[in-house]
T-cell receptor
Framework: SQKIEQNSEALNIQEGKTATLTCNYTNYSPAYLQWYRQDPGRGPVFLLLIRENEKEKRKERLKVTFDTTLKQSLFHITASQPADSATYLCALELEYGNKLVFGAGTILRVKS | GAGVSQSPSNKVTEKGKDVELRCDPISGHTALYWYRQRLGQGLEFLIYFQGNSAPDKSGLPSDRFSAERTGESVSTLTIQRTQQEDSAVYLC??????????FGNGTRLTVT
């Protein structure tokens, strides 16, 4: 069956360190993978999109990698700040214009 | 500019009653999604509208759930004969061809 798995345990890190979140998937061949941030009581907010033919994408302190052989994406936040504390969701799109399927999310807590 | 708007923001209903949830997407967005998010869980896909194509209803959990969308405008999600297990946050999102999903802040449904 198709699965998207993210770290079920919350990730607690110290301010200034790099946070690394994992998204693994099985029985999918996504054309696109996206990462979203969700704060309590709010809808998710888009962060980054990476295509199947891209290995890495960066935006300010954020970096996403996409390994279609390992069926894994890593999401990095460098120089983390307490304001980065949130739930981070990965989502797969099988082809452009198709529905977006989400993982359960990983809670990140950055302590000062 | 205006984002995705959902109403009501909170709804408390008695078991067995019908409820209707509304989503106003961003103007010009051809795609519209409904997701359900139970407390502490990820986003569960419900239904996806894309332009004039037949909607993808593959995520609707039972025939008590239905959704409509008129053209590229407002969508309503209807839950008939509500059950306590229907208690969750219902999130709506819209997108255009070259944009990621833009989410509303959801409707928190509580079935007593």
């Amino acid at each position: 069956s198709q699965k998207i798995e993210q770290n079920s345990e919350a990730l607690n890190i110290q301010e200034g360190k790099t946070a690394t979140l994992t998204c693994n998937y099985t029985n999918y061949s996504p054309a696109y993978l996206q990462w979203y941030r969700q704060d309590p009581g709010r809808g998710p907010v888009f962060l980054l999109l990476i295509r199947e033919n891209e290995k890495e994408k960066r935006k300010e302190r954020l970096k996403v990698t996409f390994d279609t052989t390992l069926k894994q994406s890593l999401f990095h936040i460098t120089a983390s700040q307490p304001a980065d504390s949130a739930t981070y969701l990965c989502a797969l799109e099988l082809e452009y214009g198709n529905k977006l399927v989400f993982g359960a999310g990983t809670i990140l807590r950055v302590k000062s | 500019g205006a984002g995705v708007s959902q109403s009501p923001s909170n709804k408390v209903t008695e078991k067995g009653k019908d409820v209707e949830l509304r989503c106003d997407p961003i103007s010009g967005h051809t795609a519209l999604y409904w997701y359900r998010q139970r407390l502490g869980q990820g986003l569960e896909f419900l239904i996806y509208f894309q332009g004039n194509s037949a909607p993808d209803k593959s995520g609707l959990p039972s025939d008590r759930f239905s959704a409509e969308r008129t053209g590229e405008s407002v969508s309503t999600l209807t839950i008939q004969r509500t059950q306590q297990e229907d208690s969750a946050v219902y999130l709506c999102a819209s997108s255009s061809y070259d944009s990621p999903l833009h989410f509303g802040n959801g409707t928190r449904l509580t079935v007593t």
